[in-house]
């Protein structure tokens, strides 16, 4: 794995600031008294356990340590199409029984997301019906491939096209997002290609592939388990080893060895859609997720633009009037994360307005650092072209 450093002109500012940021919030910081329990079942499946009592609901969330970084040229997709598979059927739930079974119990969340390193899996409900949410998770992890056959296959094939119809290529400035990846990254790259896959390689899944990938990556020595809220420890343990704890191990999981290259120049690209507004996305390579370097990363989005009270959303929006909104955020991942600021311009003003007075407020944290006081702004681009508008990235 390569190191990484800031890809634009200012990367010794920016090397600077988040040391100078970690020294100013640390010192005098109260510690996090988060109580956990985190045990490893024979089989490899890792558990926490966190218990509050306050109110009586339960959270379950379910992280498969898979995505797009264990995906290989011309099988993108692979983790974000077995997202929806896994809500279809199972060995022993029926077609599309999962959503009713939940949302008969008082579930008040079920969902799931893929990103480039992990898919999960999540349920909050009442904290009675814990059993039937493990016993859910259980059924999909060890007998997903039982019901899994061509019909259900190209079911959610479609499902997912769509998806990214509507998603990216027909959403507002959705190809621009895709783009920066494409801009941060080569070819080749497991994090070039968007999460939610190509047509082409989605469309192109054989069965047999997709019951390999499900077979070497959904299994429990590649699993967390997590379990929050109302519940009693012994009992809980009791539920995870009777559901999880015949689910057999699978084989060692591949390591990762993809190298990202560094970036040692500044990289543009105006991307054309049909937008209305200007929108600016500025993105720098950041230290790996629990690196050092990767706490002080979120702290400097926070300082910049993580709310109203922040120093770019009051520049760029409150004083100078010239972005309609603006954030920034820290993207951990495991091959290199990303720091990116994103701001849309208001109308009548352009990328270029926005850009300026970003770079100014990012010399002024550099030069200055942060205080004790909340800070002021932030984020994001595109420019006029015909009846198009463009979006740009600066990398």
């Not at 997202?83 to 059927?89: L, N, P, T, V, Y």
């Not at 997903?144 to 094939?157: C, T």
């Amino acid at each position: 794995m390569t190191s990484f450093t800031p890809a634009c002109v200012r990367t010794l500012a920016f090397g600077a600031l988040t040391l100078g940021l970690a020294t100013a919030i640390t010192a005098g910081a109260p510690k996090a008294d988060l109580q956990f329990e985190k045990y490893t079942l024979p089989n490899g499946l890792e558990v926490i356990l966190h218990e509050d009592h306050r109110l009586p609901i339960v959270a379950v969330n379910l992280w498969y340590h898979v995505g797009p970084a264990n995906e290989e040229k011309g099988r993108t997709g692979f983790a974000h199409l077995f997202e929806h598979m896994m809500f279809q059927s199972s060995g022993h739930v029926g077609q599309d029984q999962y959503f009713q079974m939940l949302e008969a119990a008082g579930a008040t969340l079920t969902n799931g997301t893929t990103d480039f390193d992990r898919t999960n899996y999540m349920a909050t409900l009442p904290a009675d019906q814990l059993e039937l949410a493990l016993w859910l998770e259980a059924d999909r992890m060890g007998f997903l491939l039982d019901r899994l056959d061509g019909a259900a296959l190209a079911n959610q094939q479609d499902v997912v096209r769509n998806e990214r119809r509507q998603g990216v290529e027909n959403a507002p400035y959705g190809l621009a997002d895709e783009a920066l990846f494409h801009q941060l990254f080569p070819q080749g790259h497991p994090y070039y290609a968007s999460v939610i896959g190509s047509h082409e390689d989605v469309q192109a899944a054989q069965l047999e592939d997709v019951k390999s990938f499900f077979r070497e990556y959904y299994c429990p020595n590649n699993a967390s388990l997590s379990i929050a809220g109302d519940i009693d420890p012994a009992q809980a343990k009791a539920m995870v080893s009777k559901y999880f704890g015949t689910v057999a191990r699978g084989a060692d999981v591949r390591p990762v060895r993809a190298t990202t290259p560094p970036i040692t120049a500044e990289r543009r690209q105006i991307v054309t859609d049909q937008v209305e507004l200007e929108r600016l996305d500025l993105a720098w390579f950041t230290a790996p997720i629990f690196r050092p370097g990767d706490a002080e990363a979120h702290l400097t989005a926070q300082i910049l633009a993580g709310g109203k009270a922040s120093r770019l959303y009051q520049s760029l929006v409150h004083e100078k009037q010239i972005a309609q909104n603006v954030w920034a955020d820290q993207m951990p991942l495991e091959l290199g994360s990303i720091l990116q600021i994103q701001a849309t311009a208001r109308p009548g003003h352009t990328a270029a307005e926005l850009e300026a007075a970003i770079d100014t407020e990012l010399a002024r944290l550099a030069t200055d650092g942060p205080t004790a006081r909340r800070p002021r702004s932030s984020t994001a681009r595109v420019r006029p072209s015909g009846r198009s508008r463009s979006a740009r990235w600066r990398i």
